[in-house]
């Protein structure tokens, strides 16, 4: 087996639903089956590849963090922010331009908690 077809094989063992019917089909006829191959649909042969090759499946890994319970009031949120903008002009004034885009920061990321908190 050339260096090709064996990296090949790994790809299709971890992104099987990527791969045509036809590719599905080709795979699945390597191992022995009561069934016939043909007659499969893709979701039918995603489980028999995986079956016949111990591949067991993992359940959905999330990208994001957990968004936790929110601890702060609107009120309060909405007061942080009116604060944090104080600071804002404050630094904008004073020329300090890091200092300015970080407080922009924190307020989008207030105003997006005080969304969450108005749909709770």
């Known amino acids: 087996m050339s260096e090709e ?23 699945a ?14 979701e ?16 959905h890994v999330h990208k994001h963090k957990p968004k936790g ?16 903008k104080v600071l804002h002009w404050q630094a904008m004034e004073d020329s300090e331009t890091e200092k300015a885009v970080l407080l922009r920061h924190q307020i989008s990321r207030l105003k997006k908690i005080s969304r969450r908190v108005a749909e709770a």
């Open 69 to 84: 319970k929110i601890k702060m009031t609107k009120p309060e949120v909405k007061a942080k922010i009116r604060a944090l």
């Open 29 to 42: 006829a390597e191992f022995p089956h009561e069934r016939a191959v043909h007659d499969m649909k893709k």
């Open 5 to 27: 077809t064996h990296h090949k094989k790994e790809h299709d063992e971890q992104h099987l639903d990527k791969l045509t019917v036809k590719e599905l089909r080709e795979l």
């Open 44 to 59: 039918e042969l995603i489980a028999f590849i995986k079956e016949a090759k111990g591949i067991r499946d993992e359940g």
